[in-house]
């Protein structure tokens, strides 16, 4: 019996389980991140992405829900990965002026991770004529990037000139 060929509508599916468990593990980790971040700045960053992660959680909700799929992550080697680096900067450099770069640059890695995600799911949805996933993708595609733009102009202005 010959193997069925995969479609674009289970890839999107397998796609979007990962990146819910992608925001899960990072919802998790964002009040550590608060917790060890030196800069008032950065700790307020970090609590504003908590927030804004569970509004994305809420979305991806409704974009499982467009496809008739019950929310469930799957396990992400790359977040897993990217969260742990974090930690062991965390570890490592404890009290160091370095610290909160270290953060920034982990918390710029989860950016770029969920920028590229949410782009691929979006361009996806759009394919498969998902026009409600498309606008719920969108939007948390653009917090991603305001996100990302945020924390490129704290380490630009503050964070990395204190940590050298």
Known sequence: MAKQPKTLDELFHDTLKDIYFAEKKILATLPKMAKAAQSPDLKKAFEKHHTETEGQIARLEKVFAAIDKKPQGKSCAAILGITEEGAEIIKEYKGSPALDAGLLAAAQ?????????YGTLKTWAGELGLNDAVRLLDQTLQEEKKTDVALSELAEVSVNQEAA
Do not use: F, N, P, T
């Open 109 to 117: 890695a989860v950016e770029h991770y969920e920028i590229s995600r």
